[in-house]
C-alpha cells in the first residue's frame, strides 16, 4: 500500500478537518472495531472539539485506506480515502467502493442503536421524574392530612 502522507496544516474553513479517535463514540468505534477496522495514527496534533462541516478520521481496512466521517451528531460515514482526498493515478476500486458501503452501514447501524439508547435513557429520566414528582406530592399529601388530623384533634379538645 501507497504511504500516507498527512497534510501539512489544517484546511480552512468549511473543508475537511481531522478527528480525534477520542470523540467517536464507542458504539460506533466498537462497531468498526467488530468489522475488522483498525485506527490508522498519522498525525500529532491537538484534537478537533468545534463543530465543523465535515471531520475525518482514518481507518485501515482489509489493507486500504478509508476516514470515518462526520458531519453532525448524526450523521457518521465511511468513505475510500481515493474518494475524499482524490490524487491523480490514485484510483478508486470497485472493492474499496463496497468495503466503503459496508462500512458506511455499519456505522449507520451503531448511530441507529446510539440514539435509540438516548431516547430509551431520556425517556427513563423523563418518567423517573414524573415518578419522583409523583412521591413529593403524595409525601405532601400525606403531611397536610396529618397537619389536619392534628388541628382536628386539638379543636376536639378544646371542645370538650
Known amino acids: 500500500m501507497e504511504k500516507v502522507i498527512c ?3 489544517l484546511p480552512g474553513p468549511g473543508k475537511p478537518s481531522p478527528m480525534s479517535w477520542q470523540l467517536a463514540p464507542e458504539l460506533i468505534k466498537a462497531a ?3 468489522q475488522g477496522c483498525s485506527l490508522l ?7 478537533h472539539h468545534l463543530y ?13 485506506l478509508f476516514y470515518l466521517q462526520r458531519w453532525a451528531s448524526a450523521e457518521w460515514g ?3 480515502s481515493q474518494i475524499i482526498f482524490p490524487r491523480k493515478g490514485w484510483p478508486c476500486t470497485e ?16 448511530v441507529v442503536r446510539l440514539l435509540s439508547h438516548e431516547c430509551i435513557d431520556q ?7 414524573l415518578a419522583d414528582r409523583l412521591n413529593q406530592r403524595r409525601r405532601q399529601v400525606k403531611r397536610q392530612k396529618r397537619q389536619e388530623d392534628i388541628h382536628l384533634s386539638r379543636e376536639i379538645v378544646l371542645a370538650t
Open 7 to 9: 497534510p501539512n496544516h
Open 32 to 34: 468498526l472495531t467488530a
Open 41 to 47: 495514527h498519522h498525525w500529532k496534533r491537538r484534537p
Open 52 to 64: 465543523v462541516r465535515f471531520q475525518y478520521a482514518p481507518l485501515i481496512y482489509q489493507a486500504d
Open 78 to 80: 465511511v468513505s475510500p
Open 95 to 110: 472493492k474499496a467502493l463496497r468495503n466503503g458501503s459496508l462500512l458506511s452501514q455499519v456505522v449507520r447501524d451503531a
Open 123 to 129: 425517556e427513563q429520566l423523563a418518567n423517573q421524574r
